[in-house]
C-alpha cells in the first residue's frame, strides 16, 4: 500500500513560482510512475506531467511545457513540481498519482492508470 500526501500548495501572483511536492510513504517510488494532475471545479481531472523509471523520463502536458518541472527525490521517496511563470489558468486542485508499473506515455494521461491518489493540494493564481 502506498500512501501519497500532497503539500506547498497556496496562493500565489501571476508570473510567480511555486512547489508542490508529493511524499510517500509506505512503498518506495522506485520502478513506478508519478504524476501530477490537476482539477477545477465542474472540469475533469487532467494530466500535467508525470516521471517514471526506467531513466526518470518526464512528460508534460503542453500547456505547462517550459514553465514546470517534475522530479523525483529517491532518498526522500518524494516527487516535486516546480511551476514558474504561473497564470491564472494554472489555478486548481493539484492532485498526486502513483503506480507501481511503469506507465507508458500513451496511458500516463489517463486517471485510471493509477493505483494511488493523494488527497490534493490548492494552488491559486492571482492576477
Known amino acids: 500500500q502506498v500512501h501519497l500526501v500532497e503539500s506547498g500548495g497556496g496562493l500565489v501572483q501571476v508570473g510567480g513560482s511555486l512547489r508542490i511536492s508529493c511524499a510517500a510513504s509506505?512503498?518506495?517510488?522506485?520502478?513506478?510512475?508519478v504524476a501530477w494532475f490537476r482539477q477545477v471545479p465542474g472540469k475533469e481531472r487532467e494530466f500535467v506531467a508525470g516521471i517514471r523509471r526506467p531513466g526518470s523520463m518526464t512528460y508534460y502536458v503542453d500547456a505547462v511545457k517550459g514553465r514546470f518541472t517534475i522530479s523525483r527525490d529517491a532518498v526522500k521517496n518524494t516527487v516535486h513540481l516546480q511551476m514558474n511563470s504561473l497564470k491564472p489558468e494554472d489555478t486548481a486542485v493539484y492532485y498526486c498519482?502513483?503506480?507501481?508499473?511503469?506507465?507508458?506515455?500513451?496511458?500516463?494521461?489517463?486517471?485510471?492508470?493509477?493505483?494511488?491518489w493523494g488527497q490534493g493540494t490548492q494552488v491559486t493564481v492571482s492576477s
Open positions: 509506505g512503498r518506495p517510488f522506485s520502478g513506478s510512475t
Open positions: 498519482a502513483a503506480d507501481s508499473r511503469s506507465i507508458i506515455r500513451s496511458e500516463m494521461s489517463r486517471v485510471t492508470a493509477y493505483d494511488y
